[in-house]
């Protein structure tokens, strides 16, 4: 049986469900479909471990748009957050840690900890200056269509410009933090978030432009009335009852205004006739029409599998079938019957400040790079470096009493191993990454309750992420601006009437901030109206 809507949005990632939200707002009668049996994607609360809840996949919201958040009510809905002291905790091998205080003075002090001179903490601001300066001369809102690579770097005219330009988006980060900065850790503490879920290292070329990507969307923000300076992130934001409740928020929002979200529904195919949509087949044989799809899925999935070169003619399926995923990324669980005690709390009130935020273990440059080189010759470094967060921290409700589900997120793991298989080697992992948060956390032996791992594969099989890359495609010079997800298809329309892209693999990306939610569904009320008037 045949069911018709206006709009059909495939998959139910924060994104996806940004753009059903403002669509059914819009009036419009919208179908959002889940493959899986609960709604969110990658960004959802789920039980892991019998009476253990938390943050499967991503962890952190800290990006998530202030005006969505408005606009969508999300608070009406249920959304609440906790504010945590600390923007975040880093952890080094000699036993110290670098906590990330939002307050600059409090900041500046542990930053002479670890700083050699004065020379280093002017190196820690000046860091900070080149990409605010870079951000700002860009011109570039990530609520507009994406410009030209071209367009953007004729933006940059001095010798000064241009060599800060170069730097960024062709150097490796690796030689912007060493010409600034002699401290390992300090280096170590920008490396860490530079090299996040691109499957790059430190020494890679261009692996310094993923830290452009929180000045650019705070220039963004300023773009639209929004102020959030926020300094590469310092400050957090936690939701309650993990990244779910974000999710949730979102379906309960679109709901209220009309939309149909169902799950368990895996769409097979986006059914097109004369290049223009007419809906959707799911795998179960169920059909439903619409003259405009949005898709939530990876663009990839999307171009290559869901439509075909008839659709979207030879060379654009071509061109999207050549796009390198390379995921690099991992996750482990951890079931905790009892409190973690970090080594470098000095007291019971520091140890609680750490449990509340996100915390990483980045021991220098060189581990990172040395993780990248493992994972290019097929293996993973018996050294990970992760970023956990533990929403028990925050929210008791998700755990048995005095107990904590911690998420981790581990880089440096690739989808393609050299020797044997991810259901071989899925456990080692977990071990690895155990033994390497025990060097912090001394007792997480004696409260250990129990241990989960989703290999590359594992994300692949379960949420559809190919090759395990979160998100959707690195995030790196030459697939960005105008060229992502691929060139012809970066303003979220695609070359099939009707058929729109949304999700982290277009132009911005950006994480969890349901900015590509956002303009998509405003792409396809832009051509609705232009179709009526």
């Given at each position: 049986?045949?069911?018709?809507?206006?709009?059909?949005?495939?998959?139910?990632?924060?994104?996806?469900?940004?753009?059903?939200?403002?669509?059914?707002?819009?009036?419009?009668?919208?179908?959002?479909?889940?493959?899986?049996?609960?709604?969110?994607?990658?960004?959802?609360?789920?039980?892991?471990?019998?009476?253990?809840?938390?943050?499967?996949?991503?962890?952190?919201?800290?990006?998530?748009?202030?005006?969505?958040?408005?606009?969508?009510?999300?608070?009406?809905?249920?959304?609440?957050?906790?504010?945590?002291?600390?923007?975040?905790?880093?952890?080094?091998?000699?036993?110290?840690?670098?906590?990330?205080?939002?307050?600059?003075?409090?900041?500046?002090?542990?930053?002479?900890?670890?700083?050699?001179?004065?020379?280093?903490?002017?190196?820690?601001?000046?860091?900070?200056?080149?990409?605010?300066?870079?951000a700002?001369?860009?011109?570039?809102s990530?609520?507009?269509?994406?410009?030209?690579?071209?367009?953007?770097?004729?933006?940059?005219?001095?010798?000064?410009?241009?060599?800060?330009?170069?730097?960024?988006?062709?150097?490796?980060?690796?030689?912007?933090?060493?010409?600034?900065?002699?401290?390992?850790?300090l280096?170590?503490?920008?490396?860490?978030?530079?090299?996040?879920?691109?499957?790059?290292?430190?020494?890679?070329?261009?692996?310094?432009?993923?830290?452009?990507?929180?000045?650019?969307?705070?220039?963004?923000?300023?773009?639209?009335?929004?102020?959030?300076?926020?300094?590469?992130?310092?400050?957090?934001?936690?939701?309650?009852?993990?990244?779910g409740?974000?999710?949730?928020?979102?379906?309960?929002?679109?709901?209220?205004?009309?939309?149909?979200?169902?799950?368990?529904?895996?769409?097979?195919?986006?059914?097109?006739?004369?290049?223009?949509?007419?809906?959707?087949?799911?795998?179960?044989?169920?059909?439903?029409?619409?003259?405009?799809?949005?898709?939530?899925?990876?663009?990839?999935?999307t171009?290559?599998?869901?439509?075909?070169?008839?659709?979207?003619?030879?060379?654009?399926?071509?061109?999207?079938?050549?796009?390198?995923?390379?995921?690099?990324?991992a996750?482990?669980?951890?079931?905790?019957d009892?409190?973690?005690?970090?080594?470098?709390?000095?007291?019971?009130?520091?140890?609680?400040?750490?449990?509340?935020?996100?915390?990483?273990?980045?021991?220098?440059?060189?581990?990172?790079?040395?993780?990248?080189?493992?994972?290019?010759?097929?293996?993973?470094?018996?050294?990970?470096?992760?970023?956990?967060?533990?929403?028990?921290?925050?929210?008791?409700?998700?755990?048995?009493?005095?107990?904590?589900?911690v998420?981790?997120?581990?880089?440096?793991v690739?989808?393609?191993?050299?020797?044997?298989?991810?259901?071989?080697?899925?456990?080692?992992?977990?071990?690895?990454?155990?033994?390497?948060?025990?060097?912090?956390?001394?007792?997480?032996?004696?409260?250990?309750?129990?241990?989960?791992?989703?290999?590359p594969?594992?994300?692949?099989?379960?949420?559809?992420?190919?090759?395990?890359?979160?998100?959707?495609?690195?995030?790196?010079?030459?697939?960005?601006?105008?060229?992502?997800?691929?060139?012809?298809?970066?303003?979220?329309?695609?070359?099939v009437?009707?058929?729109?892209?949304?999700?982290?693999?277009?132009?911005?990306?950006?994480?969890?901030?349901?900015?590509?939610?956002?303009?998509?569904?405003?792409?396809?009320?832009?051509?609705?109206?232009?179709?009526?008037?």
């Open positions: 049986m045949e069911h018709s809507y206006d709009v059909i949005v495939v998959g139910t990632g924060h994104s996806g469900l940004v753009a059903t939200g403002y669509l059914a707002r819009a009036g419009l009668r919208v179908l959002a479909l889940e493959r899986r049996d609960i709604v969110g994607g990658t960004c959802v609360t789920e039980e892991i471990f019998p009476g253990y809840r938390g943050s499967s996949v991503a962890n952190a919201s800290h990006s998530l748009d202030p005006r969505i958040t408005q606009e969508l009510e999300l608070s009406k809905h249920g959304l609440r957050f906790a504010h945590p002291p600390l923007g975040s905790l880093t952890l080094f091998e000699d036993g110290r840690a670098l906590p990330a205080w939002p307050d600059r003075a409090k900041r500046r002090a542990v930053m002479e900890q670890f700083a050699h001179g004065d020379a280093d903490l002017e190196g820690y601001a000046s860091v900070i200056e080149l990409y605010a300066s870079v700002r001369q860009m011109k570039v990530f609520y507009d269509p994406p410009p030209s690579f071209a367009e953007v770097a004729a933006r940059f005219t001095t010798p000064r410009q241009r060599h800060d330009f170069d730097s960024i988006m062709f150097g490796p980060v690796a030689d912007i933090l060493e010409e600034r900065l002699s401290s390992p850790q280096q170590a503490f920008f490396a860490g978030t530079a090299v996040a879920t691109n499957f790059v290292g430190p020494r890679t070329p261009g692996s310094g432009y993923l830290l452009l990507q929180r000045p650019l969307w705070e220039e963004s923000l300023r773009s639209v009335g929004s102020n959030d300076d926020n300094e590469l992130m310092m400050r957090n934001a936690a939701p309650l009852g993990g990244i409740a974000v999710t949730g928020a979102m379906a309960e929002s679109a709901r209220a205004h009309g939309a149909t979200i169902l799950t368990g529904a895996q769409v097979e195919r986006i059914l097109c006739k004369d290049q223009r949509v007419v809906g959707v087949v799911l795998t179960d044989g169920r059909e439903f029409r619409a003259p405009r799809v949005v898709s939530n899925a990876n663009p990839k999935l171009l290559t599998k869901l439509v075909g070169p008839e659709d979207i003619g030879q060379d654009l399926y071509d061109v999207a079938k050549a796009v390198s995923m390379k995921g690099t990324s996750k482990v669980h951890l079931a905790l009892g409190t973690p005690r970090f080594a470098a709390a000095r007291n019971e009130e520091e140890n609680r400040l750490f449990l509340g935020t996100n915390f990483r273990i980045a021991a220098s440059i060189d581990v990172l790079q040395n993780a990248y080189n493992e994972a290019v010759l097929g293996r993973w470094s018996k050294r990970p470096t992760v970023t956990a967060m533990i929403d028990s921290a925050h929210d008791p409700s998700l755990t048995p009493p005095g107990c904590h589900f998420s981790i997120s581990v880089r440096g690739p989808y393609h191993l050299a020797e044997g298989t991810w259901d071989e080697q899925r456990d080692d992992l977990g071990k690895a990454v155990v033994s390497t948060l025990e060097q912090h956390i001394p007792n997480l032996s004696e409260i250990l309750a129990g241990v989960h791992v989703y290999s594969l594992d994300l692949e099989r379960e949420f559809a992420l190919v090759e395990g890359n979160g998100a959707h495609g690195d995030i790196v010079p030459g697939h960005i601006f105008d060229s992502r997800p691929i060139p012809g298809c970066a303003d979220y329309r695609t070359p009437e009707g058929l729109y892209l949304t999700g982290v693999g277009n132009w911005p990306g950006n994480f969890m901030s349901g900015v590509t939610g956002y303009n998509a569904s405003n792409r396809v009320l832009a051509d609705l109206r232009r179709t009526t008037d």
